[in-house]
Each structure stands twice: as C-alpha cells, then as structure tokens.
C-alpha cells in the first residue's frame, strides 16, 4: 500500500521484538518518501535495526492495517475483522468516504 492509500492521518508501526511504538503524520511521510512510497518498504527501513542477526525476524507491524482495509473495503462481507466495522464506519464518515450503504442506495 502507497502512503497516498493510507486513509488514516496517522500510520502507526509497531515491533514486539524491540518494543518501537510510533505514529509518524501520514503527510510527514509523504514529505519525506513521497506519495508513491510503499508503507511495507517504509515499515522494514524504520526497523531495519530491530534484528541483530539473519536468524531473527522483525515482529514489526503496520497497526492500523485492518482498520485500513474495513475503512477501504467496499464489500463489508469482506472485511477481514468485523469487529472492526464500527470503528471504519466512523472513519469513512469522518474522512467524507462513500459509505459501502450509500453506494448501494445511489445504485438503485
């Protein structure tokens, strides 16, 4: 995913190996790596020190991933977490996104 993908204005990255907890401004990234940068490649670089040797593998995590997907996807029988609906219906509403039940109505 693009950091112009991200909806959220916050993109959190988190490792339980090493213990980073950061929320970097989504537009502080697209500052510094541009729009088109993807967030995955951004992840490994921000922890690319948490694994002192080839053996280990970095735990670390975009967050907010599948509250990004229930945000953006617009089939909700798909979304991964349904536990996560209400809190993406609150964010589509907040970021002035289509409502997956507004499209179906607009269709008709």
């Known amino acids: 995913m693009k950091?112009?993908?991200?909806?959220?204005?916050?993109?959190?990255i988190v490792c339980t190996k090493c213990g980073l907890e950061s929320?970097?401004?989504?537009e502080a990234?697209?500052?510094v790596f541009g729009e088109?940068?993807?967030l995955f490649t951004i992840r490994a670089e921000m922890t690319a020190g948490c694994v002192p040797?080839?053996?280990?593998?970095?735990q670390s995590k975009l967050a907010d991933a599948?509250?990004?997907?229930?945000?953006?996807?617009?089939d909700e029988a798909k979304v991964v977490d349904p536990s996560l609906l209400p809190a993406a219906r609150e964010w589509r509403e907040t970021l002035g996104l289509a409502s997956p039940e507004s499209e179906e109505s607009e269709a008709a």
């Open 66 to 74: 599948l509250l990004v997907q229930a945000i953006l996807e617009p």
């Open 53 to 58: 040797t080839k053996n280990e593998v970095c």
């Open 3 to 12: 950091v112009s993908d991200w909806p959220l204005p916050e993109v959190r």
């Open 23 to 26: 929320a970097l401004p989504r």
């Open 29 to 31: 990234l697209a500052v």
């Open 36 to 38: 088109d940068a993807d």
